[in-house]
């Protein structure tokens, strides 16, 4: 029995193995290896996915990266654009390539208030190296909910050493750019100077921004570009020169001001201007109080009898007087309750070149009276002492004049008194009377002789500046003008002393003097005036040009000649030669 069942489990078990062979037994591996594809497909999915996601996560990161690189600086009003900082100015250079002007970098300090952790110990520790920080300011910046305040412009590379030292968290420094002036406060009128955002303000550096710098600048086209540099006609060897003798005028004689220019006749060039006192443009707000007055071009002030040379020049150009002719100075002038008489009256009958040299007003008075008024007033409008006399610089004044021109104005303007002008304006038009009679505007760019032949006008006849050439020279050897007198330059001019009023009257006690000159007055290259406001004698008491303004032009010539390349002359036909033993 027991064989019987174990053949029976044995076909069974057979069967069952037969059965697995033909039906599941057969299905098992195609089970398995749809396992395994399904299982592969789903992991490369997955790496897909991974690898889809992390490259999305790094566009979206490149593209911020990029944005962040494209958008502009956040506006605020503590802060402008970085491309307004760094903004580039063209150098400025005299006449011989000498630097006036130039960018330095620069970095300056700025704090993040939401950052600044403790504001008490930040004022603290900034003080260490900026002594002279102003704390409660400081303070409220660090304490204010802006996000961006300026704390310092323009630091040293020490100060900015000593400042990363501190490690401050919510301070930083961006990159400037400052201007410098090499020649400091020499020609600081002329050139001017740049606000903190190195705008110009003043002076050619504010003449440049107003050709097109400034809009280039607002648009971030100047950003570390290289400018051209710009030429001036300046010489800065001469420049310095004038203000030494100008500051030394002053000095001696205790005056409140002084000033001069020196200009080229025959092309309108500006070779040296100065007006003291004056200012330091790399530091300029130390100036503020009285530095920053232009007096040569932005100050009008009443030119004495140095108008008498183009009330002369009026007369002998109206071919109404000649200088043959004479006027009786015997007895003063008395009109609408004014009397005009001689500072040094002679009492006797002048011929012209008398009057010239004496400076009398009197026989002044009676030319310009001889000519008329409305001629006297058409003539200084024609030698543009009545209007604004076109130039670079920004600040120039305009002259002041009577608002009805009568017989008394008329008489007083002919010997200084009436008219206030600037003293540029002045030595401009006494370069017309000079020069041939040309008038030509002054430029304190580089211009030809031919431009400036080309622009000039006819403002008198040839044969009237023959004629105050020789009574400059004149009155340089014989008169007021002996102390401004160079050996071998052969130095012209005429001085004036005019009253300045004091509380709504001319006072004798305060002068303001000047002397307008020309050299060599034989064939004239350069016109020269100087001026010295209130100066004091060594008595205490007021000077007169003679004694101040004339001799500061004779130190000026007797320096500046040789750079300018006068050659002196000596003996009466100027071939004899200066032998020094």
Known sequence: MSSFLSRIMVGKSKAHFSAGANGRSQSAPGAFQGTRKRRGNQARNRVVIMIGAFSIAYVVIAGRLVQYAMISDDTVASIGRADNLMASRPD??????????????TVSLYAEPHKIVDADEAVEELSTVLPNL???EIYNKLKSKSRFQWLRRQLTPKQQSQILALGIPGIGFRPEKRRFYPGGATASHVVGHVNVDNRGIAGMERYIDNQGLADLASVGMTSDARLEPVRLSIDLRVQNILRDVLMGGMS?????????????????EILAMASVPDYDPNNPAAGAEDGWMNRMSNGTFEMGSTFKSFTIAMALDSGKVSLKDSFDARFPIRIGGFTIKDFHGKGRVLSVPEIFQYSSNIGTAKMADLVGIAPHKEFLTRLGLLSRVPTELPEVKMPSQPREWKKINSITISFGHGVSTTPLQTAVAGAALINGGHLIEPTFLPRTAEDAEASSTQVIKKSTSDDMRFLFRWNGINGSGKSARVPGYNVGGKTGTADKVVNGRYSADHNFNAFLAAFPID???????????DPRSESGRAAIAGTTAAPMVHDLISRTAPLLGVEPKFGTDGSALLVSY
């Not at 400025?92 to 970098?105: K, M």
């Not at 205790?254 to 006749?265: E, N, P, S, T």
């Open 523 to 533: 064939d004239p290259k350069y016109v020269v005036l100087t001026f010295i406001d």
């Open 92 to 105: 400025i250079l005299d006449r011989n390539g000498e630097v006036l002007a130039t960018d330095i970098r």
């Open 134 to 136: 102003n704390v409660t």
């Open 252 to 268: 001696k004689f205790k005056a409140l001001a002084a000033g001069g220019v020196i200009m080229d006749v025959h092309t309108g």
